[in-house]
């Protein structure tokens, strides 16, 4: 007998994965936006900056790709004019050993020309191997320095990051972008060859083999569409599956994963989501199948036109029979030649639509690119004052700092506190100029934020985020992050000594030049509390005239902590400190506190101070002492 009360009830299904639509300006497909025509006008300009960027990466890859397309489509009418001239000798009157004879020098002309063909065609290959690996690093690279360079404030608008993974797949498409408008060319070259030949033999021929390749060309333009269309579906969910995946696959969030019992429902997620992606590509597949069938039956009947209308004139004798034999292959070359114009036509649109979405992300990344003037920031700052600011995230009701009036002076330590979600973290934010205000002004010295060059205020500032970064990185990186001090280590382990990591260090396997990557081959592990020791180090290590320490110390030992504090007591003279936290007994050593509520200053002063006042701070003292 089971005890009812412990029986537990049946587990529910787990949701599907939300589906995300956008409703903003991103989430619209510009093939709906734009007109066809529009948008096939569009291809020369990004084919126009495509080619541009292969120029500025191998000037001697292009030409030699150029030079083996036009030897290519030269050698491919060559071939096809001496071929028809071995066919009128070989099937014309008189004993075969003459008529072979004859044919000899236009079937070494065949030989020559066609082995030509080969290795240009080789070299080609080898050109466009130089050449696209330079194209997607740099696509690839100008993508991330894009991104980097942005204002913080863009990346919370709305479909910003949806329209950075549309950039991705155009960085990736870049891949084939050589290749296409390589085959494009040559096919190019190859068709104004062989279509000089056959309509050297009938006029009538070239008109009709167009026809019959056209409508295959139209449906490889159309394909590619609704795989666009398809893929601007899916644009929101691969995002979203992308960053699962990381989260879900990171081994630094394996515990987490684990141990929580999420690893089943991750992967169902995972697969849910995949499913719904797949199910639209499904779905687009019978239209897809469509427009093949149509396209080709069209064509079919053309190409049967075209040998109908060979065979007439043959039989009319409008042309001699050896010329109509000529014409067999004339046809098939030009049919070969004519079909790959249009389908590599078609394939260079299908690229181009995604290297349009790289293109614009980029022209988007260029316009949210800080322009915020030329002012710089003194090496030694005496003041930072903070005149009536407000800031309100994209989408977000109420401003996250609202009307805030501060000075902070050098050799002050502040210290924010307040709940979660006050606003602590985006006052420091608006305090290094990180983000602008919406309204009021951050001036250093007088000098407004919005006014000066942020690498020259960013030069200036030393930040420990609440969510700092492990970087992949040797040790000593990890602290100076690429910016030594001296060419000795000596800084180095100062920083590393006012953090107490001193013996940590020294007892990795290959001290400062040890890899904190566990996931890479030789490379170790720190503890959380050591991380974030060594972020603590990062920021002590840069020596700038504000240092702001958001919850520095939440994972740190007591002895941690405690150096940690007397460190930034040690050093506070010649800068400006701030810390936001929660520990409140941490506040004692600041020269004053200030506690946000809902994005406003509600009070301000030193500890006892405010625990005597008995307000909001007193509150939360009183809190953290009732256990
Ligand atoms: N990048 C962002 N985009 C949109 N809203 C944000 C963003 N960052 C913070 N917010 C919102 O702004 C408000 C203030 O957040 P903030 O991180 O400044 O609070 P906080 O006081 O530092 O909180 P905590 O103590 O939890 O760290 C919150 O309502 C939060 O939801």
Known sequence: MTDASTESPPTPQPPPPATIGYEGESGKNPLEEASFRAMCGRLPSVLGRTARMAWAVDRTGVVLLLGCQLVTGVAAALVLTATSRAMTHILGLGPVSERLHGALPALAVVTAAAATG???????????????PRLVTEADVALVSAVCRVEAAAYGEDGFADRQEAAEVGVTRTTTMVKD????????????????VITALHWLMLPLLLLAVLPAGLGAVLSARVDYETHYLNLADRNVRGMMRWWAAYSRHGDEV??????????????????????????????????????????????????????????????????????????????GALTQFVQNGAAMFHTSLYLADMRAFLDLAAERAPRRGESTIAEEVEEIRLEEV?????????????????????????????????????????????????????????????????ESVWSRTALVPQNFACWPLRTRENITLGQPRTHDDEPVWEAVAAVGMREAIEGLPHGLDTLLAREI?????????????????????????????DEPTSQMDPRGEHRIFLEIKRIAARRMTIVVTHQLENTRFADRIIVMRQGRVVEQGRYDELVAGGGLFAELVALAKDR
């Open 258 to 335: 684990r141990a929580n019992g999420m690893t089943g429902y991750l992967v169902y997620w995972y697969r849910a989501l995949s499913e719904r992606i797949d199910r639209r590509i499904l779905d687009a597949a019978p239209r897809m199948l469509r427009i093949v069938l149509a396209t080709s039956a069209l064509g079919g009947l053309f190409l049967l036109g075209t040998w109908a209308a060979l065979a007439w004139l043959a039989m009319t004798g409008r042309v001699a029979l050896p010329v109509a034999a000529t014409a067999v292959v004339a046809v098939q070359t030009t049919l």
């Open 521 to 549: 081959y030789g490379g170790v592990e720190l503890s959380g509390g050591q991380w974030q020791r060594l972020a603590c180090a990062r920021a002590l290590y840069r020596r700038t005239p504000l240092l702001i320490l």
């Open 118 to 132: 080969r290795i240009s065609s080789a070299l080609a290959s080898y050109a466009d191997g130089r050449i696209t």
């Open 181 to 196: 408008a390589q085959r494009f060319m040559a096919a190019l070259v190859r068709m104004i060859a062989a279509g000089g």
């Open 390 to 454: 407000t800031h309100r995230y994209h989408g977000k009701e109420e401003p996250a700092v609202d009307g805030v009036s501060l000075t902070l002076r050098r050799g002050e330590i502040l210290a924010i506190v307040g709940e979660n979600g006050s606003g602590k973290s985006t006052l420091t934010r608006l305090i290094t100029g990180i983000l602008l205000p919406d309204k009021g002004r951050v001036r250093w010295d007088g000098i407004d934020l919005a006014g000066a060059r942020p």
